[in-house]
C-alpha cells in the first residue's frame, strides 16, 4: 500500500472535485494523506475529514459521522442489513424511510433501529420515482462497514 502527503495544490484539486458536497461540509484542508488500497481505490485523511476515491467518485467515509450527516440517507429493515453490510447493492423492498434525494446523489444507508450508518452509495432513481417502486435497485453500494476502506481506517487508528 502506498502513502502520499498530498501537496496544497493536488489538496486543492481534489476537493474541487468534491464542490458539490453539501454546504459546509468540508473543513479547511491543507495537505491530504492519501492511502492507495489498490489500483483507483484510496483513502483520504486529514484530521477529522475522511473520505475514500473510488476510481473518479469521492464519497464520505461511512466512519465518520460528523461528516456523512451532511448527506440524504435512506433507512432499511433489519433484514436488508445483511446484505448491504456484503456489498449489495440496495433493493426498493429493503427500504423503510427516503430523505428527498436526486438521481447520481450520494446517499448514507442506515438500519432503521439505530439509525447508525452501513453504508454509501450514489442514487441509482431520485427518491420521489423510487417511493412509487415495489422493486428494483435504488443505490448502489459503493462504501460499507466492513470493506477494505472500513479495514484500513481500522488499522490507521490503532498505529
Known amino acids: 500500500m502506498k502513502v502520499n502527503i498530498l501537496s496544497k495544490t493536488d489538496t486543492a484539486l481534489l476537493l474541487n472535485e468534491i464542490k458539490n458536497w453539501p454546504e459546509n461540509s468540508i473543513p479547511k484542508i491543507k495537505n491530504l494523506k492519501m492511502y492507495e488500497i489498490e489500483k483507483d481505490k484510496k483513502f483520504l485523511l486529514y484530521n477529522d ?38 456489498g449489495a447493492n440496495l433493493m426498493r423492498p429493503g427500504i423503510v424511510h427516503f430523505e428527498s434525494f436526486n438521481r447520481n446523489d450520494i446517499i448514507v444507508i442506515k438500519d432503521e433501529e439505530h439509525g447508525k450508518p452501513l453504508a454509501v452509495g450514489i442514487a441509482i432513481e431520485d427518491s420521489k420515482t423510487a417511493i412509487s417502486l415495489s422493486k ?14 472500513w479495514d484500513l481506517y481500522k488499522e490507521i487508528r490503532l498505529n
Open 49 to 86: 475529514f475522511s473520505a475514500i476515491k473510488i476510481n473518479k467518485i469521492i464519497l464520505p467515509f461511512v466512519g465518520n459521522q460528523e461528516l456523512i450527516n451532511f448527506f440524504p440517507y435512506v433507512l432499511v429493515d433489519m433484514g436488508a442489513i445483511k446484505f448491504v453490510c456484503n
Open 136 to 149: 428494483g435497485y435504488i443505490i448502489n453500494n459503493l462504501h460499507y462497514v466492513g470493506d477494505k476502506f
